[in-house]
């Protein structure tokens, strides 16, 4: 079986079709250029993110998880990202 990794580009749809293809519930993303592990999604976190971010990328999962663990908030939870565009000259923000 090849080597089954995500990458910073990857949505959750498409992690979430390779999970289900090689029946696996937990994947590593990896950095394209230097091949680094980046983190790791659940089956199961990215179900709760695909029922309204369906199309958020591994990178802005794992951005938010970074955010939330820099607030002293880490582990598995519930947590819901909502994507809030920015006007002229603001930038837009994944926000939990």
Request: hydrophobic share 45%.
């Amino acid at each position: 079986m090849p080597d089954i990794i995500l990458y910073p580009r990857d949505t959750v749809m498409r992690a979430l079709e390779v999970m289900h293809r090689y029946g696996v519930h937990l994947l590593p993303v990896v950095d394209e250029r230097h091949g680094e592990v980046l983190g790791h999604v659940t089956e199961e976190e990215l179900h709760r993110i695909w029922s309204t971010l369906p199309l958020a990328r591994m990178s802005e999962i794992l951005t938010a998880r970074a955010a939330l663990a820099s607030e002293g908030i880490a582990g598995e939870r519930p947590w819901r990202l909502v994507f809030v565009p920015g006007g002229q000259g603001s930038r837009s923000a994944w926000v939990h």
